[in-house]
Structure formats: structure tokens, C-alpha cells
């Protein structure tokens, strides 16, 4: 059975992921409308019977906006977070469709594993997910800001990896941004640069040399482009002797756009 992933929307505006094995499939976040949501899951082919869980990253606005129109249009669908996130999510959701993990243990949504691991961001609990089908594994790391050795530990194995790459640096510091939100985005509680994406990727590959594919996603609307974040990141890999090719796939993830639906095998 295919396992799959693919981006409804990705960026600082609004974030929605699918991820589908077998009879299953998940959402990650609902920040954009709910038209669009159900515009994207149909694009994918993937009715709303078939969905049985949206799992929320963290609080924010541009994760939950549309929290309540999924979870009442998806008839066997259940919205899981933590309790500390629950407790911040301003969103009217029936109380038959909340469901609850705890940060770090795995479980279960029909065929697929899903763990949910502590990232560095300015929310009550923030998580990344990782997800296992058929000795594969997506995981997706966005509002961090910055790798913990938790975090790598738990990509380092990653097939498919959804890589925050938000802001380049020298762009966000000429931007209109007040001081303080300057200030939020660059600290350890904010958003991963481009040239920390691309840090990081040059470390897991020499952790673990294996074909995986990158896809770089939460880009900032005023603070990044595609092209420059896919350059930046290039231009540090090919300084460590790391190239861009059959083993190591690099893509850009669009805010407005749904991605290809990629399908996801284990590769040595």
C-alpha cells in the first residue's frame, strides 16, 4: 500500500499536511480556510470518510483557523492535540471530537504510528510528528527555532522530512518588522532560517547516509522566496561536499499552492 504525503498549504499565512496510508488518512493543522481544505483533499483523491484524525502542531491561528468546520464536516474524523495546547485553542470544537496524546508517546490512527515530539516555539506545547507506515517514516519539523538534539535524533531516519526554512536572515533584519517580532522570529523560540535548514540537512546526512527527500516548508511571505531559500541552502550543502541529486531530494513546499502527492518508500 502507498504511503503518502502531501502539502495543502504551507507558510507563515496558513499550514495543512495529509498524510494517507491504506484506509487511513490525517491532517496536520488546519490553518487555511476549510474551502480550501476540502478543495486539496479532493484534488488528492481523498474523501472526507476517509479521514480519521487532525493532529494540531500548536495553538496558533495559522494552524487552527478551521479546527471547527473540519471537524464537523469529516464524519469519523477526531482533532487530537496535548492538554496544555487544548487549554489555548480558542477554536469551538465539540467535545466528542477531541481527542488527547501526550507529548513523546507514540499511538496509533487506524494503520499509521504517529509521534508527536517537543519542538522549540513560543506555544504551550508545541510538537513536531512523526509518522511510520510500512517501515517508512515522515516526519515534520516547522515553528521551531532552532534543532535540538531531540529533534534530529527523532529525523535522522526521516524518508520524507518537512523542513521549516522560514526567513532569510539579512532579509528579515531589513524588513518592516517591528524590533520585537524581529526578535521573536530570530530567537530559539521562533522559526528555523534557511541557513539552519541547511545546517541541519548537512548533519543528518553525515549522521546517516541514506536517500531522503527535504521539503522545505513554512516559508515567510515577506522574508523569503522559493528561489532564494533553494539557493541558500544549495550553496551551504555544496560547501560540505553535498549535492543535490539522486540520493538527497530538495523541493520548496508552497503556502498557496497544494504540493504533488508524494509517495514515500524506505531507501538504504
Not at 487530537?80 to 499511538?107: C, H, L, M, P, S
Amino acid at each position: 500500500m502507498p504511503f503518502n504525503f502531501c502539502s495543502l498549504a504551507s507558510g507563515s499565512s496558513g499550514n495543512c499536511y495529509m498524510v494517507r496510508y491504506g484506509k487511513t488518512a490525517l491532517l496536520v493543522d488546519a490553518g487555511i480556510s476549510g474551502k480550501r481544505i476540502f478543495e486539496g483533499l479532493e484534488h488528492t483523491g481523498t474523501p472526507l470518510e476517509m479521514l480519521q484524525a487532525l493532529l494540531v502542531t500548536h495553538e496558533h491561528i495559522d494552524h487552527v483557523k478551521s479546527l471547527p468546520i473540519v471537524t464537523r464536516k469529516a464524519p469519523n474524523i477526531k482533532a487530537y492535540a496535548n492538554k496544555a495546547t487544548w487549554e489555548k485553542i480558542e477554536r469551538k470544537v465539540a467535545e466528542e471530537k477531541k481527542a488527547y496524546f501526550t507529548t513523546g508517546q507514540d499511538f496509533y490512527v487506524g494503520d499509521i504510528l504517529v509521534r508527536p515530539f517537543p519542538v522549540s516555539h513560543d506555544a504551550a506545547e508545541p510538537v513536531g510528528f512523526s509518522f511510520y507506515a510500512d517501515g517508512s517514516q515522515i516526519s515534520i519539523v516547522t515553528d521551531s527555532g532552532c534543532v535540538t538534539d531531540e529533534i534530529f535524533q527523532e529525523i535522522t531516519g526521516a524518508d520524507l522530512l518537512v523542513l521549516e526554512a522560514n526567513h532569510e536572515v539579512e532579509v528579515l533584519q531589513m524588513c518592516g518588522y517591528p524590533y520585537q517580532t524581529k526578535r521573536r522570529i530570530l530567537s530559539d523560540k521562533g522559526h528555523l532560517s534557511n541557513v539552519t535548514a541547511a545546517r541541519c540537512i548537512c548533519r543528518l546526512m553525515e549522521a546517516k547516509d541514506k536517500a531522503r527527500r527535504v521539503l522545505l516548508g513554512h516559508l515567510s511571505h515577506q522574508n523569503n522566496e522559493p528561489e532564494l531559500a533553494k539557493m541558500t541552502i544549495g550553496n551551504i550543502l555544496m560547501e560540505e561536499d553535498i549535492y543535490i541529486g539522486d540520493r538527497l531530494k530538495v523541493e520548496v513546499i508552497l503556502r498557496d499552492q497544494v504540493s504533488p502527492v508524494y509517495e514515500v518508500e524506505a531507501v538504504k
